[in-house]
């Protein structure tokens, strides 16, 4: 794959692979794709300081009891996308539910509907669910390969992904707090996160000892449509009871005016946030601590309107993680605590998860550099125009288009079914990201977290 610190998600996966010749155990039960699924978290070893640790990763958790996890999901991502939640740390948990668009058992996990309590006449006869009624009539391996992947492929877009399955998804944010709360009403807080959630949960954990569960609090990583601010699912929603009581409450009420607005609007994650304020409950932002991105397209060398540093503030959440990224962010969530380094900063994970991938030359890589310098350059007069450039740290070129930037990211690989699309090289000046994060790392005032 070429991602360098990537080898931890292949060794994890390695570990994992391993307990198919050791059924003894108890721990196996199904092999879904390339991954298999267990019953609790594999205590592997870990190396570090020279030493030998085997470790329960749950054991160091406090305050387990105190969350409800909700998984959003959809059955036509459940067998890629939820093996790696399964496989780390979702487990550790005693109250959480996965919910999708269609009932089944994977992995011997129940995944529940959320949908099947919308309003009957919406389920029979709206087109948002056109695909709804084929998963209950046909099931999900009806699909054939080439829609799937379609759907794969469908590009973002300022009105999220037109694909049958997204449309679906902003009808679930509702119906599952409601579902949730019913099956737990005592939990102090409920969290909201997608498959491709990673969760740092010793540093979640830790935030959250130090706000109030007993006042009415709805956080997350601030969106906006129009001037409308609300929490950004993919960056993960924490509601403390109060407000989840008051939620449900609203919704089970008003559930006919929810559903008039989600047919007219396009992000569930914005339903979400008027039924919220609703009930008088603004969301509480809490970027940077929840981001909504991978740390491989995050820029360490800004800041933001608000002078937030993002290098400086503990890591809490990141999104749009790959399988293979999740895997491979465990492995370093569990040697960072057992080396006692303290709650990684975004900082401190930039310059151990993405600082060592980036080279003088990447082929076939881009890492979205955004300004145009020349329309006509090899590699090297592209790599020549960011050195002449005292503040550029990036650049890439696509056929003979050079770019450059004065922030550092490291982008994403250009797959073999992109072939067809221009070839991408990247590079980047390896001393100055150096330096940059040097400085980065010299201006942290303590910030830490992103308290209500």
Request: a negative charge; one cysteine or more.
């Amino acid at each position: 794959m070429g991602l360098g610190p990537l080898w931890l998600g292949n060794r994890r996966r390695l570990v994992v692979y391993a307990g198919i010749f050791i059924l003894i155990i108890g721990t196996l039960h199904v092999i879904r794709g390339t991954h298999v699924v267990t019953d609790d978290i594999l205590a592997t070893p870990y190396l570090v300081g020279g030493e030998v640790h085997q470790e329960d990763p749950c054991a160091s958790l406090g305050g387990l009891e105190d969350i409800f996890v909700i998984v959003r999901t959809g059955s036509n991502e459940v067998r890629q996308k939820l093996p790696p939640l399964l496989n780390t740390t979702l487990p550790c948990f005693r109250q959480y539910g996965i919910w999708s668009d269609l009932e089944e058992e994977f992995a011997g996990h129940h995944i529940a509907n959320a949908l099947d309590e919308i309003d009957s006449s919406l389920l029979e006869q709206h087109s948002d669910f056109e695909y709804y009624r084929h998963l209950q009539e046909q099931g999900k391996n009806t699909l054939s390969s080439e829609d799937a992947a379609n759907w794969a492929d469908a590009p973002n877009t300022g009105f999220g992904r037109d694909t049958p399955a997204w449309k679906l998804d902003k009808w679930k944010f509702l119906p599952v707090a409601k579902k949730a709360y019913q099956q737990n009403s005592t939990s102090k807080w409920y969290v909201f996160i997608e498959c491709d959630t990673y969760v740092l949960w010793s540093s979640v954990l830790a935030w959250l000892s130090g706000i109030d569960a007993s006042r009415p609090y709805y956080i997350g990583r601030q969106m906006n449509i129009g001037d409308a601010v609300f929490a950004y699912g993919g960056g993960g929603i924490f509601i403390s009871n109060p407000a989840m009581e008051k939620l449900v409450e609203r919704y089970t009420a008003e559930s006919a005016t929810y559903n008039e607005l989600t047919i007219n609007q396009w992000a569930g994650d914005f339903i979400l946030s008027r039924a919220m304020l609703d009930v008088g409950i603004e969301v509480t932002p809490a970027w940077p601590t929840l981001e909504g991105e991978r740390p491989a397209a995050l820029d360490m060398n800004s800041r933001s309107t608000q002078g937030h540093n993002l290098g400086c503030y503990n890591a809490a959440t990141y999104h749009h993680m790959t399988p293979d990224d999740i895997y491979a962010y465990y492995d370093f969530d569990i040697r960072w605590n057992l080396a006692k380094h303290g709650l990684p900063r975004h900082g401190d994970i930039f310059r151990q998860m993405v600082w060592p991938q980036m080279q003088d030359w990447m082929p076939n890589w881009d890492n979205l550099s955004p300004d145009v310098q020349s329309e006509n350059a090899t590699y090297a007069e592209c790599k020549e125009i960011c050195e002449n450039q005292a503040d550029c740290l990036q650049f890439s070129l696509t056929a003979r288009t050079c770019k450059t930037s004065r922030g550092a990211k490291l982008g994403k690989q250009q797959l073999p079914a992109d072939q067809s699309k221009e070839r991408i090289d990247s590079g980047w000046v390896l001393n100055r990201v150096e330096a940059m994060m040097k400085d980065v790392e010299a201006s942290c005032n303590k910030e830490g977290w992103i308290m209500p």
